[in-house]
């Protein structure tokens, strides 16, 4: 499985932003994707996830209400829409997929000023 993030940037606080990954290979196995981010100094952790087969879905209690995680198994792309960004939401945030074992995408860097 190949993994390909877009739509990072720098947004003002309150703004939005919205999240892409495009998956290839083999898709089909694909049991869960989901988004994580990495803040500088920290560790990498989970922001939102959604499950292939009946698509229910969890988030981190920092994004709860204001990120959506979403699939379109016709463009095999998951999305991440970001409303009422905070600065705290700064990181690097990576697109994974689980099938057997976890793949991982490239970062991309979302950067919220005050």
């Known amino acids: 499985v190949q993994l390909q993030a877009s739509g990072g940037g720098l947004v003002q606080a309150g703004g939005s932003l919205r999240l892409s990954c495009a998956a290839s290979g083999s898709i089909f196995n694909i049991r869960s994707s989901g988004w994580y981010r990495q803040a500088p100094g920290k560790q990498r952790e989970l922001v939102a ?6 698509g229910s879905t969890n988030y981190a209690d920092s994004v709860k209400g204001r990120f ?8 095999n792309t998951v999305s991440l829409q970001m409303n009422s960004l905070k600065p705290e939401d700064t990181a690097v945030y990576y697109c994974n997929a689980v099938t057997f074992v976890a793949y991982w995408g490239q970062g991309t860097e979302v950067t919220v000023s005050s």
């Open 68 to 75: 959506t995680i979403s699939r379109d198994t016709a463009k």
């Open 49 to 54: 996830r959604i499950v292939t087969d009946g």
